[in-house]
């Protein structure tokens, strides 16, 4: 009987770690278990059990197995293991990915005093009591105040909890990192399972009783139970202004009782639902194509915006669900889940289970046990859904397959697309990738016969694609004279629309009112004092001024850092502080100007911010309630309002500015994507698009709805240059907070590459990242190109096992195999 496990920790260690099995545990692997590690309590997955004991130290004992039966079946678990190593992630990382279970398990940070803070409270560092208080005099007050507080609440040696020990020293968690880094205090934590089922608390009318004199407040509650039918969710009575004093009342007095049940995780009346239509011939030939698939194939499903892609999918999820099987449909935005739920719940009903990020962790956790009973057979969701635990897994969509939304950017920083195309492999199930624009790689895969591409050309019922008009903003400015945010077409044309009683769309990528604040006098820009960034400006709903007023908030959308506009100009003391760029808050703003009588709303991170503000804003769209609705790229992607007959673009092409050889390929991508909403009902759509670059040959093909053309030039380029798909790429990050370390860092990984010259690899630097620093940590990069995925996997490693050599710290360098942001 084995005696030992190996155990993958959520560590950034490419290793397993060896512990002993305590008396009655008897794992299997697959299943969590809580475990000891330094000071800290850790959740691992066993990924093996062994009976040999280690050679060089003792075994710690596991704590607690949590679950009888694994969660991971051998299929996830072979795909954790693929993806770390395809990856070059640590295990333990991307089974903490692949797992979304924290609700069931309650961790606990405590603080115990050291030997140093024992000294440092007994004044005696220097040797000295007059020379540590003439220290502790000089130090800031408040911090020096506040160290002392804890390091007393501590003293007598017994761990405390850090709710406790915040509460009573009013030390705020900076405080408390300080004296951790000082040494004078270390943390502790501890982890143990709890009950994370969901219950809801109903109030429940007691039949057959005597009713006694009653408050007005007790009868209206009774009328309340009465008219739900007996019972009603607490929840309910709260939201209609019952008092819960009342309510205790009529409990004690034996006319209602509580009644504590499982919630209810309902998606009815999550999103819009168009009506279904009879599927063409060219919807027909493709679902027939993914229908009759035996085993694993990837299909390609290119079909043009407004094909019909969603009901191919629909129909092909009814088809797996008759054969018995399992299915997982992935969306690239949380924005778009509630609209596919909506769709997959009117043709599915409770067989429909979600799994996003805005999920509480009892949701998530809730609905991930469902899908594993079985309950649930079809699976819709973002990037993470992909690892969702379903049986019999019989068929995998992936929609909008090009959007970069699919590729992780922290560790493990996996494409759920690819995950994907594995996934279905290792279950034997057809894969479909669907997009009116898809990826490259995607496209190339088909030319090189890896995939099979199915073809809808044309939108359904026979409507036409819309038009496109180029806006050359060059001449633009030389016949007004005038910067203006808005062409004097798009001005005519969206005037138009509202007149026609019709809606319309307008892209303005960026978002905040302006994204520069500068001085006049000597250009310096104010910038993130954590990120080497520009601050955004948000304006005041009140404020009318172009120029730069004290005040004003100024916004980094890298760490979130916050801060007023200046009186004067930081460095020359200048008062001539403007704002210089135009962003969707200004684009709402002037459109309010020109269309005083439209009913405007805005779409971008900054509106749609709570877990239902996309739903409530897009039903205020498809009702009609908004007739012009203005945002960054969210507006893009995927959303079927079949009022739209007009969208406008501005200021797509800044992105072919920036040093990314995709730079093209998003650019025709974002055009074709946000030119698709137009005309998707019975009314012909019309596209604007100003640009500075009408002669390049995405904008053109963008224009002309042209995807073989521009695929066609893009390729040539890419093959010149050994880019993807004719190559392979990874990015190595080396980061730190001090800028000496990460240079030096960097220097060493650089004569190292240049020593040993990997074969079949060439590397790019090193150099300083684009952007420099992110949230105070200083950012170096190398670029790693080869021709085989055999070759840059064994310089990666061995690079790895250098850097480890040398002395680098593994969570200071990161792996990004297959990067799609190079910054």
Not at 234 to 247: C, D, F, N, R, V
Request: charged share 25%.
């Amino acid at each position: 009987m084995p005696v030992y496990c190996e155990v993958a920790l959520p560590l950034p260690l490419d290793r397993t770690f060896t512990y002993v099995l305590g008396p009655g545990q008897s794992p299997v692997r697959g299943v969590r278990v809580i475990v000891p590690f330094r000071n800290e309590k850790l959740i691992g997955v066993v990924m093996k059990l062994h009976s040999e004991a280690p050679a060089d130290f003792e075994a710690k004992l596991v704590e607690t197995v949590l679950d009888d039966e694994p969660l991971l079946t051998e299929q996830l678990l072979d795909l954790a293991v693929w993806m770390a190593q395809y990856y070059l992630a640590p295990l333990g990382e991307v089974l903490r990915t692949m797992l979304p279970l924290m609700a069931e398990v309650r961790r606990t940070v405590y603080f115990r005093i050291t030997d140093a803070g024992r000294d440092k409270l007994a004044g005696s560092f220097d040797g000295d009591m007059r020379l540590a208080a003439k220290r502790r005099a000089q130090a800031a007050p408040e911090q020096s105040e506040i160290d002392h507080k804890v390091l007393l609440r501590l003293a007598d040696g017994e761990a405390v909890k850090l709710s406790t020990l915040r509460t009573a020293t009013a030390a705020t968690m900076l405080h408390l990192t300080t004296m951790l880094r000082k040494k004078w205090i270390a943390r502790e934590t501890s982890a143990v399972e709890r009950d994370a089922r969901r219950t809801e608390r109903f109030a429940v009318l007691v039949p057959e009783t005597r009713l006694p004199a009653l408050t007005a407040k007790q009868q209206a509650i009774l009328a309340e139970l009465a008219a739900g039918g007996g019972e009603l969710p607490i929840a309910m009575l709260q939201e209609k202004g019952t008092s819960p004093s009342s309510l205790q009342t009529l409990v004690r007095r034996g006319l209602v009782r509580i009644d504590e049940r499982p919630a209810v995780f309902s998606l009815a009346g999550m999103g819009h639902v168009n009506p279904a239509h009879a599927l063409n011939e060219p919807q027909m030939e493709a679902l027939a194509s993914i229908a009759i698939a035996q085993g694993f194939q990837p299909f390609l499903l290119h079909g043009v915006t407004g094909s019909g892609k969603t009901a191919v999918y629909l129909a092909a999820l009814q088809r797996a669900l008759d054969r018995g099987q399992g299915a997982i449909l992935l969306v690239p935005e949380i924005g778009l889940t509630p609209a596919a739920a909506a769709q997959l719940d009117a043709t599915f009903g409770d067989r429909v289970a979600l799994l996003h990020s805005a999920l509480t962790p009892a949701e998530r956790s809730d609905q991930w046990h469902r899908i594993q009973r079985g309950e649930k057979p079809v699976v819709v969701g973002t990037r993470s859904a992909i690892f969702a635990p379903v049986p019999n897994l019989g068929l995998v969509l992936v929609d909008e397959e090009h959007d970069q939304s699919y590729k992780q950017e922290e560790t493990p920083r996996y494409n759920a697309r690819d995950v994907a195309v594995m996934r279905a492999k290792l279950a034997g199930a057809p894969v479909v990738l669907g997009s009116a624009t898809p990826s490259l790689e995607s496209w190339q895969n088909c030319e090189a016969g890896k995939y099979r591409r199915l073809s809808m050309a044309d939108r359904v019922n026979n409507r036409p694609m819309p038009t496109v008009e180029l806006v050359d903003m060059r001449i633009e400015f030389q016949q007004t004279a005038r910067e203006d945010i808005f062409s004097r077409l798009l001005i005519a044309e969206t005037q138009a629309t509202l007149d026609r009683g019709e809606q319309a769309m307008i892209l303005l990528n960026r978002r905040g009112y302006s994204f520069v604040a500068m001085c006049r006098s000597c250009g310096e820009k104010l910038e993130c004092q954590n990120c080497a960034i520009s601050l955004t400006h948000h304006k005041p709903v009140d404020s009318e001024e172009a120029m730069a007023s004290a005040g004003q908030r100024l916004e980094c959308h890298y760490c979130g850092y916050r801060r007023t506009v200046p009186k004067r100009c930081p460095k020359c003391d200048s008062e001539h502080l403007y704002y210089l760029g135009a962003g969707s808050q200004q684009g709402e703003e002037r459109l309010q100007e020109i269309f005083p009588s439209a009913r405007i709303g805005r779409m971008d991170r900054d509106t749609v911010r709570g877990r239902y503000d996309m739903e409530r804003l897009l039903a205020r769209l498809h009702s009609g309630e908004i007739n012009l609705l203005v945002g960054t790229q969210m507006i893009a992607k995927g959303h079927d309002v079949h009022g739209v007959t007009l969208v406008g673009v501005v200021g797509c092409d800044h992105a072919l500015s920036m040093p990314d050889f995709r730079a093209a390929e998003r650019v025709f991508q974002l055009m074709t994507q946000v030119s698709g909403r137009a005309g998707r009902g019975n009314l012909p759509g019309r596209v604007v698009v100003q640009t500075y670059h009408p002669d390049h040959y995405a904008i053109v093909a963008a224009s002309t709805h042209d995807y073989q053309t521009f695929v066609a030039r893009e390729l040539k380029y890419r093959r010149w240059m050994h880019y993807p798909p004719f190559g392979v790429l990874a990015n190595l990050l080396i980061q730190s907070k001090k800028l000496e370390e990460a240079s030096s860092w960097a220097a060493t990984l650089g004569k190292w590459f240049q020593k040993t010259n990997p074969e079949g690899v060439r590397v790019l630097g090193p150099c300083t990242a684009p952007i420099a620093r992110i949230k105070e940590v200083y950012r170096f990069h190398l670029i790693l190109k080869a021709t085989s995925r055999r070759a840059l996997n064994t310089a990666l490693r061995a690079a790895l096992t250098h850097a480890d050599e040398a002395g680098i710290p593994r969570r200071n360098l990161v792996v990004d195999v297959d990067a799609l942001r190079l910054m």
